[in-house]
């Protein structure tokens, strides 16, 4: 059944941190919409069936340019990546609205387990998964977050990242999430769409997937070996070792990583990427634009996936790589980290954090 969406104003959280430039802005966005919302070198391409080249899309679609192409009847996969479920586990997301066409992918599919969230899916797991989606080379993949955040748009930069990675190259993020779409009034409906299984077979350029050991190498031979930065993708307070993600045993950053918050690339308190101008602008000062290696990490690969879209994407660096596993595998590894509290400041946190959960 579909139907048009009446605009309903709900109230959406202020993101955990806003860029450091201005944290102590604070406020609230309002946002209509029908939907349920859960709170380097050149790069290579492996061997799938290349779309022509006057089929090339724009790897940011808006809400009236896609449903253009809905009414038209274009060649689409549309991935709608919230989780089957919100957080009560009760109420449904997909089942409850949703652009027309669009399947249920929820963004965790293609995430690693919990002790290691960013750990990429084996060849074998994303062929799977990507067949059961319908995956076609030629079809146009669009990828539809909430639209609530720059962390939600994050999860949409990742599932971007492993697409490209397998070599498909019509691959678009819908600006707004399903925010937009629905403020605007457009049609959702609440039919369960199964496409049919495709035969796509996976195999993701590997080379473009930094690994924990190859972040090692490259620091014990940073003074001899080739120039590269390594971009913290993470708020302030990971990078100064204030806060860790829970699966990380240590808190810090990598050795000599220079921090890039990944909200700095967005309008405030919005998914909505700041104009191209802009965001060169931001790459350009931070020293992300030039002739040295850039890896981007944060904790997860999530926020980083974000930092490589931008840079490769919308202002087309080439030597940008993604350390998908990020802090919490290198926490876990006996490398050093920088910014590492004491011993004495862990305790005293850890006692801290007793208390407070006895307060509740």
Not at 124 to 139: C, H, M, N, V, Y
Not at 163 to 183: M, P, Q, T, V, Y
Not at 216 to 234: C, H, P, W
Not at 267 to 284: V, W
Request: with cysteine.
């Amino acid at each position: 059944m579909m139907s048009p969406a009446a605009p309903v104003k709900f109230q959406m959280p202020i993101p955990r941190r806003a860029p450091r430039a201005l944290k102590m802005l604070m406020g609230c966005l309002v946002v209509a919409t029908g939907f349920c919302v859960h709170p380097l070198k050149a790069q290579t391409q492996p061997a799938i069936a290349a779309a022509p080249a006057e089929a090339i899309v724009a790897p940011i679609i808006t809400p009236a340019a896609l449903k253009a192409l809905i009414d038209k009847k274009a060649n689409l996969r549309i991935l709608d990546i919230r989780e089957l479920m919100q957080g009560d586990g009760k109420t449904p997301n997909y089942d409850a609205g949703h652009i027309p066409g669009a399947i249920a992918a929820p963004y965790s599919s293609i995430r690693g387990p919990e002790k290691n969230p960013g750990l990429v899916l084996s060849d074998q797991e994303l062929t799977r998964l990507f067949r059961k989606w319908g995956i076609d080379p030629g079809a146009h993949i669009v990828i539809a977050p909430v639209g609530s955040d720059a962390s939600d748009f994050g999860g949409a930069a990742r599932l971007f990242w492993t697409l490209h990675l397998a070599g498909l190259k019509r691959i678009s993020i819908l600006e707004g999430g399903l925010g937009a779409w629905g403020a605007l009034g457009y049609p959702i409906e609440t039919t369960k769409n199964t496409p049919s299984a495709s035969s796509i077979s996976v195999k993701l350029d590997r080379t473009q997937i930094v690994t924990t050991n190859e972040i090692a190498g490259l620091i014990r031979n940073r003074t001899s070996g080739k120039k590269f930065l390594l971009s913290d993708s993470r708020p302030e307070d990971y990078f100064l070792g204030e806060d860790k993600h829970p699966s990380s045993p240590r808190a810090g950053t990598l050795p000599g990583a220079k921090n890039h918050d990944h909200e700095e690339w967005f309008q405030l308190n919005t998914s909505k990427l700041l104009p191209r101008d802009q965001l060169e602008s931001i790459a350009k000062n931070a020293g992300l634009i030039g002739d040295q290696d850039v890896i981007t990490f944060c904790n997860t690969g999530h926020w980083s996936a974000t930092t490589w879209f931008v840079l490769t994407q919308l202002l087309g660096q080439r030597n940008i790589k993604l350390y998908p596993e990020s802090t919490v595998s290198w926490s876990k590894s006996r490398n050093p980290m920088d910014n590492e509290p004491s011993r004495a400041a862990v305790l005293k946190q850890q006692l801290k954090d007793s208390v407070d959960n006895l307060k509740r």
